[in-house]
């Protein structure tokens, strides 16, 4: 168990790791430019430092912050991202725990991460920090609808919540290729769910300077960092497991372990795909991205679970 | 020159006003026109009403003339319009009376908001009917340093910064 | 009666700048705020104010130029230019043709630069963050060629009274017919990236109507204006140098929203490109500087000269007193006069709209604070 | 209707081709000079600094002295001193000081001069940590030429 827990922390902070890397990497060639370059090879340790840097810096606690929600927000935000590594499978054997709520389970753990916005917001006793907060909430609560009914689109049509029974009903096909538009409205929602750009409301640089984490330096915001670049990885890998057949893919010896290395190509594509959104698009503003979720991706949502129940039952 | 120019002209010299066309490739403008302080809202009001736009406000210090028949304190306001359908460019000057008081065009020209204030911040011209008369690119507590105003034996009289009074389009 | 208390009550005070990523500098913007709605922005200005209208009044004329570039310097030619000539008009110097000529093409590769660099930094308050690159990657082209004849690449002082400082070469015209022609092959990655894009367009459009008679109201000038459906350009209407005798077009907008604006500054790049080309087809041959008296004397009596700079109309007043040393001089920048309408524009919109509309306003804040 | 579907349609094919322009630059190479590794070569007519023009007949400067670039800068940034010396006609410059930190690279000094003896220097590495190491004796560094 104790095992297990520091080998789920460990990947946590290489993915972030990698993850910052990629993106600043990205970034960079998107923009004609080369990124990090100093630090190691191509700059291929510049992700440490920076950490070490984060971790090394002094703690500010602003004055007049309410001290308490000042310091839980960052854990808020980082604790419940850790907990769905506990069911996601990363192949046919690699699964801490089957659960058979496992996709309930994630999508709850999933929905506590806008309370750490929330109360980073609140807590911090700053306007922009406040805008960015409540900019969340909401911005959750309407992208958590669009997500849920393309979730169970596919669920009607295998019929479980367990995450490794949904990829075992994806042996020949997989279901991006039978529910498209479920696939495409959960990687959009996901987007915003993860608050990245387009739908980087809750921190809008240009708007709210840094939004809720405005005023979190050194370790508290390399928890949101981490904290982001998890769910991310968590958004990805249902995507994966829901749309892409999880570990399915060309034979490889060990199937039932190696199917990681195919789960995992999957998950960084579609987080390669979530980095490129990034640096292409400008933000969208608040009011069209609630209108974007109500006059789009819902009905087109209901339609398409409407239209899966009448095919399923026939 | 057009309607709505000849037109103008003929309201200014009709109410009075002082009015003399210039040459434009000398001074960059077509038309001087020296108001009263009385007449700095009504000129603007025209103005608009003609669709001129205010290019700017600004201040100028010259000697002080107490002596009559026109008794100034020195400080002179001038006014710019211009148009957007032709070419054509009017610069209003007023000499401010002693009370420093000028009759703002702030509620006309909305756009003369931020000029008079800087007027204000650089000579200390105060505008009558102005909204918030705060010092706009000077800081608050400089309210009474006026960067632009001359030393006494720096400055020169009225006359000696003006173009000779003939016309230049003499000089042929 | 309940609903207004209860607005009174909600009403609280949000600091936008001095050092906020989108007010492009130390502008301060006091908003009065209810909920994410903007009731009341105020622009506080004057975080740099130098005060250069003071510094051209104690220093003889010549003296004043490398201050002219200082104030907008992000489009320095224009502002060089328009201070030489409003030197020469005031001292009656005469121009050499060719001289007129590179000013013109200078001020136009100036003009794009400002107009790449205010594409990009608008795209970066909308939260685009790679257009600012591209933007640059172009704009670095017109430094180099303008740092190979004025010598350096931001704040040039290169004109001179009667002329400018350095004559321009082969190597010159055929570098910036090699930029014209690249440039033109960019226009494609700007309209995919950022003209068609959905959400570029939502972001734009309907956002901040500047109406023709708030323009006029305000003062408005340049693109700003241009927006709003009014043609109205210094170069067109009140031709100076040798404008005249190209050919172009002024681009105006429809509606006046920030869409428009966009529109016409994208326009206006090709209509510079169309500038320098005829330009350099007809560049003549002769002598780039007149002769100028050692010391200039500025006749008494005043002056004006407007230019049309990046931003709008750039007009310096002067009064001269028989001395090299002008007795007054008044700096009328463009974008002083734009922002002043914010307060009447930003009234109960959102506060990205009014992201958006400082940022289509094309703002340099050492202009306005001078 | 037809503009809901019509919108969403022509609205997600602009953020295909977006992404097109993106991913296509992501492969293009890059464009940046990596600075204090690579450098570009610096323009001819770049204005750095002033310097003293060495003349290669003199071996020595060009200045007379005669303090015109002192009195026309506009940021009075020169200081130029000269001397008789003993058994010489001309004054000989004993001082020429720039003070870079308000100096505006206008070049009116470099214009001005009747003997053209100055020139802009191509130096741009130009970082200290002090206000007085902006201070140059353009004279020294003539020297240190000549030497």
Redesign the interface.
């Known amino acids: 168990m104790v095992i297990s827990a520091i080998i789920v922390i460990t990947f946590l902070f290489l993915n972030a790791i990698m993850m910052g890397y990629a993106e600043r990497k990205i ?1 960079g060639h ?4 080369p990124g990090p370059m100093e630090v190691g090879s191509h700059g291929i340790l510049q992700m440490i430092i920076d950490g070490i840097k984060l971790v090394a810096k002094e703690l500010i606690i602003p004055f007049n912050v309410d001290r308490t929600l000042f310091r839980v927000a960052p854990l808020l935000s980082f604790t419940p991202v850790i907990l769905p590594f506990l069911v996601i499978p990363f192949s046919e054997k690699l699964q801490a725990r089957d659960l058979n709520m496992g996709l309930i389970f994630i999508v709850t753990m999933g929905s506590v991460n806008v309370m750490a916005c929330l109360v980073a917001g609140w807590g911090s006793n700053n ?2 920090s406040m ?1 960015g907060a ?1 900019r969340a909430v909401a911005q959750a609560i309407s992208y958590e609808v669009p997500i849920l009914l393309s979730i169970l689109a596919v669920i009607l049509m295998c019929n479980t919540f367990s995450l490794k029974g949904i990829v075992g009903a994806q042996q020949k096909i997989w279901f991006v290729f039978l529910q498209p538009v479920a696939f495409l409205i959960y990687v959009v929602a996901g987007l915003a769910e993860t608050n990245r ?2 739908f ?1 409301l809750p921190e ?6 840094a939004g809720f984490h405005t005023e979190y330096s050194g370790m508290g915001f390399s928890l949101f960092f981490l904290g982001e670049y998890t769910n991310m990885f968590i958004v990805a890998s249902v995507a994966t497991v829901l749309f892409l057949g999880g570990w399915h893919g060309p034979h490889l010896p060990y199937g039932e372990y190696l199917g990681v290395v195919w789960f995992l190509l999957k998950v960084y594509f579609l987080l390669f795909l979530m980095i490129m959104v ?11 991205l609630l209108n974007f979720s109500w006059k789009y991706l819902v009905p087109f949502s209901l339609a398409n679970l409407l239209i899966t129940a009448v095919v399923v039952k026939l | 020159m057009d309607n709505i120019i000849k037109n103008f002209k003929g309201f200014l010299i009709d109410q009075g006003f002082d009015a003399v066309e210039t040459d434009y ?5 077509h038309l001087e026109v020296v108001l009263t302080v009385t007449q700095v809202r009504e000129f603007a009001k025209k103005a ?1 009403e003609l ?1 001129f ?4 406000v ?1 201040g ?2 010259v000697l002080a003339d107490p002596e009559t028949p026109s008794p100034h304190s020195g400080l002179a306001v ?1 006014y ?1 319009y ?1 148009r ?4 054509y ?1 009017i ?1 209003a000057c007023a000499l401010v009376p002693d009370s420093l008081e000028i009759p703002s065009i702030s509620d006309i ?3 003369a ?3 008079e204030r800087e007027t204000r911040d ?1 000579y200390g011209i105060v505008f009558s009917g102005h909204h918030n008369l705060k ?5 608050d507590m400089d309210v009474d340093v006026h ?2 105003l ?1 030393e006494e034996a720096k400055l ?1 009289s009225l006359d ?5 009074s003939e016309a230049p389009e003499s000089t042929e | 009666m309940l609903e207004s208390e209860y607005q009174e009550q909600n009403r ?1 005070f ?1 600091n936008m700048g001095p050092q ?3 007010t492009h500098g130390v502008l301060l913007i006091v908003l009065e705020m209810n909920g ?1 709605y903007v009731l009341d922005p105020q622009p506080v ?2 975080f740099i ?1 130098r ?1 250069h ?2 510094m051209g ?1 104690s ?1 003889p004329c ?6 002219t570039g ?1 104030m907008d310097y992000v489009c320095a030619l224009p502002y060089n230019h328009g201070y030489v000539s ?1 030197i020469e ?1 005031k001292a009656g110097i005469e121009v050499p043709e060719r001289a007129e000529y590179i000013r013109v093409i200078t001020s136009e590769l100036n003009r794009i630069a400002s107009h790449l660099l205010w594409l990009g930094a608008y ?8 257009p600012i ?2 933007g640059f ?1 172009d704009r670095e082209h017109i430094l ?1 060629i303008l ?6 690449r931001l ?1 040039y ?1 290169y004109y ?1 009274f009667g002329g400018v ?2 004559d321009i070469d082969e190597k010159f015209v055929e570098r910036t017919r090699a930029f014209i022609k690249r440039l033109r092959k960019r226009y494609g ?1 700007y309209e ?3 003209t ?5 367009i ?2 734009t459009e309907n956002i901040g109507i500047v109406s023709p008679d708030m ?6 000038t340049g693109p700003n ?1 241009r927006g709003s459906g ?3 350009d210094i170069r067109k ?2 031709p100076y140098s040798v404008y005249p005798e190209f050919d172009f077009e002024v681009p105006v907008g429809r509606q006046g929203d920030c869409l428009d604006r966009y529109m016409v500054r994208v326009r206006e790049i090709e209509q510079c490109l169309r500038i320098i080309e005829q330009a350099l087809d007809r560049l003549p041959e002769g002598p780039i500087r007149s002769k100028v008296p050692k010391n200039i004397k500025l006749s ?7 230019v049309e700079a990046a931003r709008g ?1 750039l ?1 310096y ?1 002067l ?4 001395t090299s040393t002008p ?2 001089l ?1 700096v ?1 920048v463009p974008s ?2 734009n922002l ?2 914010l307060p ?1 524009l930003g009234r109960g919109i ?4 009014l ?1 958006s509309i400082l940022g289509s306003f094309d703002l340099v804040i050492p202009e306005i ?2 | 209707m037809k503009q809901y579907f019509s ?1 969403l349609f ?3 094919m ?2 295909v ?2 992404l ?3 991913m296509k ?1 992501l492969f293009m190479p890059i ?1 940046t000079v990596q600075y204090p590794r690579e450098e570009i070569d610096i ?5 750095g600094h002033i310097d003293l023009i060495l003349d290669p007949e003199k071996n020595s400067y060009r200045c007379i002295t005669c303090g015109m670039c002192e009195k ?1 800068c ?2 009075n940034c020169i200081t130029v001193k000269g001397e008789k010396l003993e058994g010489q006609k001309k004054k000989s410059l004993v001082l020429f000081d720039l003070d870079f930190t308000k100096c ?5 000094c470099v ?1 001005i001069c009747p003997v053209n003896a100055l020139e ?1 220097s191509k130096e741009y590495n130009l970082a200290a940590f002090s206000r007085e190491a902006f201070h140059y004796d353009i004279l020294k560094r003539l020297e240190e030429r000549i030497k």
Request: contains cysteine; glycine residues 8%; positive net charge.
């Open positions: 970034a998107v923009q004609r430019r306007k922009y805008f409540m750009a387009p980087d809008a640089e240009s708007e709210l300077t990034r640096w292409t698009y400008p933000r969208v503003r608040f009011d069209q | 490739e000398q001074r960059g403008y608009y669709g736009y205010l290019v700017f600004a100028f210090q001038v710019q211009a957007h359908d032709r070419q460019r610069k020209y909305q756009g908001d931020w000029h650089f010092p706009l690119l000077m800081a960067p632009l001359k020169k000696a910064v003006s173009w000779p | 609280f949000l906020h990523p989108s994410e200005l004057g104010h005060m209208e003071k009044e220093r010549p003296g004043f130029m490398p201050n200082r409003l008009r795209l970066l308050d909308l939260g685009a963050f790679t690159l591209y990657d180099d740092e190979s004849v004025t010598g350096s704040t002082s001179r400082c350095q990655i995919k990236l950022v068609k894009n959905i959400i570029f939502k972001r323009a006029l109201r305000y003062g408005m204006l009014i043609s109205y209407n009140e008494p009596g005043d002056c004006n000269f407007a109309e007009s007043y009064i001269g007193d028989g007795y007054r008044k009328r002083y006069s002043s309408c009447e959102l506060l990205p709209d992201v604070d001078r | 919108e022509t609205g997600g602009s953020l081709e977006g097109g322009v993106t630059a464009v323009s001819p007519s770049f204005r026309n506009p940021s505006s690279l206008c070049g009116t214009e802009y």
